[in-house]
């Protein structure tokens, strides 16, 4: 056998690992954010989401406008709508679901959180713990 007759093995290309996607959003959120977004001043590329201190309970949720997308965030896109993650909030808001509520006397969004531990009683900020090893697990981190 020459190396003519050789049989081809092909190297299978890398398999890709599936990203998770931190957070999801309810319709009434897409549509609120994409409303949002088209009404903005400036071009807005994304919506950046994250978590910062303070407030009675801890922590706040934090939304800005992303006119551009930095190294290293996660992009999740969602109903149309693309959300940034800064990066020291992903553990925090692994498994969240954003809604938005219209109510008689106010509205707003309204995160879903499974690591959150407990909340303010005006509503402002929460505690929340970073996800769990098995949350991680489950969701193939």
Not at 32 to 50: C, K, Q, Y
Not at 60 to 72: D, R
């Amino acid at each position: 056998m020459t190396s003519q007759d050789a049989p081809v093995t092909e190297t299978p290309a890398p398999r890709k690992r599936p990203r998770f996607q931190v957070l999801s959003l309810t319709e009434a959120a897409a549509e609120r954010l994409r409303e949002i977004m088209e009404n903005s001043d400036t071009p807005v590329e994304a919506v950046r989401l994250g978590v910062k201190k303070g407030g009675c309970a801890g922590m706040e949720y934090t939304m800005e406008y992303a006119q551009s997308i930095v190294p290293g965030e996660d992009v999740v896109e969602d109903k149309g709508v693309k959300l940034v993650i800064d990066p020291k909030a992903v553990l925090f808001l692994l498994g969240t679901e954003m809604d938005f509520k219209v109510g008689k006397m106010s509205s707003g969004f309204v995160f879903n959180n499974p690591n959150q531990t407990s909340a303010c009683g005006c509503g402002e900020s929460v505690e929340i713990q970073p996800a769990s090893p098995e949350a991680l697990a489950q969701a193939g981190v």
